[in-house]
């Protein structure tokens, strides 16, 4: 079964950083994308960001570009996501997710995805 452990949330002032991680395990398909996903408060889950086990690509929506990266350490099927420069309105439940896909996701993330990992509340005090 594939199995996803998101880590790394917590509680920091804004204008400070904080680094998730989702370590991944029982990927049995060689392609496959990995995104990470926030869900605020009285608010639908939005994506925040997506890489390609393929090519490495990856896909930043404004509201995170320039202050999120996402990057993977393939070795260790893990995925991390550095969040700098936080704003109270990125508090959020924050989920990994993946999917089978063998595409670039430079133009966007794929719209389904096949498994999710339990969330990590992220907290960004003003």
């Known amino acids: 079964d594939v199995q996803l452990q998101a880590s790394g949330g917590g509680l920091v002032q804004a204008g400070g950083s904080l680094r998730l991680s989702c370590a991944a395990s029982?990927?049995?398909?060689?392609?496959?994308?990995i995104g990470w996903f926030r869900q605020a408060p009285g608010k639908e889950r939005e994506g925040v960001l997506c890489i390609s086990s393929r090519d490495g690509s990856t896909y930043y929506p404004d509201s995170v570009k320039g202050r999120f990266t996402i990057s993977s350490d393939n070795a260790k099927n893990t995925v991390y996501l550095q969040m700098n420069s936080l704003k109270p309105e990125d508090t959020a439940v924050y989920y990994c997710a993946v999917t089978i896909s063998s595409d670039s996701v430079e133009l966007g993330c794929p719209r389904l995805w096949l498994y999710w990992g339990q969330g990590t509340l992220v907290t960004v005090s003003s």
């Open positions: 029982g990927l049995t398909f060689d392609d496959y994308a």
